[in-house]
């Protein structure tokens, strides 16, 4: 079956540390988001990319890395720089590129991050 | 930066209702989508309408868009239990990146 996948499905990070949110597709999209949802609130945007190797800031990057050395996988490191962490992380995928044509954004199901 | 914002915030209806959220936006876009998540869970995708449509209709969903107001609404006719959820929209513009409003919470009562 095809689809996104994100894991682990929960994480607790004890302050200071550094914690990677993986997030893989087996769907051949181009493009890759990272979203964190706060409570009761919507969907920020963190990092997105378009192609493997290239990828650009979101409204709200810092404290935030990202990595696109394969189209298939999108990992999210949480640093420790991020002074609120504690979020509902969600990552997308979609078939549109830079160029491409506008389709829609397949969700994975959310990396819940407790800081503890 | 919030692109979308969607109003009401929350909405309680009976079941067998209609029930209409509404979306408005900044920039141009290239197209605009809805989407459904239900707590603690991914989002799901609804429809798509792109800029130079005015509507476009999906079951019992009817979404509308107007580019001069830089606003859409969805409309779901004949609500059910199982509709509640909170409904995002989402603007997909010239940068390609897709940004999300801050969702209406919708609940169907028995």
């Known amino acids: 079956d095809g689809g996104i996948t994100q894991s682990p499905k929960y994480l607790f990070r004890k302050e200071g540390q550094n914690v990677t949110l993986s997030c893989e597709q087996n769907l051949n999209h181009d493009a890759m988001y990272w979203y964190r949802q706060d409570p009761g609130q919507g969907l920020r945007l963190i990092y997105y990319s378009q192609i493997v190797n290239d990828f650009q800031k979101g409204d709200i990057a810092e404290g935030y890395s990202v990595s696109r050395e394969k189209k298939e996988s999108f990992p999210l490191t949480v640093t420790s720089a991020q002074k609120n962490p504690t979020a509902f992380y969600l990552c997308?995928?979609?078939?549109?590129?830079?160029?491409?044509?506008?389709?829609?954004?397949?969700f994975g199901q959310g990396t819940r991050l407790t800081v503890v | 930066s919030q692109q979308g914002e969607e109003d009401p915030q929350a909405l309680s209806i009976q079941e067998g209702e209609n029930a209409t959220m509404n979306c408005s936006y900044k920039?141009?876009?290239?197209?605009l989508q809805w989407y459904r998540q239900n707590s603690g869970r991914g989002l799901v995708h609804l429809i798509l309408i792109r800029s130079n449509e005015r509507e476009k209709h999906s079951g019992r969903l009817r979404v509308t868009l107007d580019t001069s107001k830089k606003s859409s609404s969805l409309l779901i006719t004949a609500s059910r239990a199982a509709d509640t959820a909170s409904y995002f929209c989402?603007?997909?513009?010239?940068?390609?990146?897709?940004?999300f409003g801050k969702g209406t919470r919708l609940h169907i009562l028995p």
């Open positions: 997308a995928s979609s078939m549109e590129g830079k160029g491409g044509i506008d389709t829609e954004a397949f």
């Open positions: 989402a603007t997909d513009a010239t940068d390609d990146k897709i940004i």
């Open positions: 920039t141009s876009i290239n197209n």
